[in-house]
């Protein structure tokens, strides 16, 4: 098995490191030459983070000044642009509901708005 380590340099497997500026040029390039590949892996990513953040934060309750509702519908929308369907997820909280919910507008504090 080989030997992998991340640090602050770069990526270390089995004693050859390819650091940071190294990798987001491949990462940037290949996003130039293979730009399906790419979306494909950017809609994969906003699904990873919109079902990550939907159940990361407790539910927000009266009196507080931040809601984690802005977040998850701005990367719903990403998801949306990249031809996704974020509704196929399984809300896993009540904000993140609301937030996926297309119909609701929700104020900053996660209200909902007539």
């Known amino acids: 098995m080989p030997s992998l380590w991340a640090s ?14 190294r990798l ?15 979306r494909a892996r950017d809609l994969a990513e906003a699904y990873h983070y919109l079902d990550y953040f939907g159940g990361v934060y407790p539910e927000p309750t009266d009196g507080e000044e ?5 977040l998850i519908r701005r990367l719903a929308a990403e998801a ?9 997820l399984e809300p896993r909280s009540q904000y993140m509901r609301l ?7 929700a104020n900053l504090h996660g209200e909902e708005c007539k």
């Open 24 to 38: 987001l040029a491949g990462r940037a390039e290949q996003r130039e030459v293979e730009p399906e590949v790419a």
């Open 99 to 105: 937030a996926l919910d297309l119909d609701s507008f």
């Open 80 to 88: 949306r642009e990249l031809g996704g369907d974020p509704t196929l």
């Open 66 to 70: 931040w809601s984690p509702v802005p």
């Open 8 to 21: 602050s340099r770069g990526i270390e497997v089995d004693g050859a490191l390819a650091t940071w500026p």
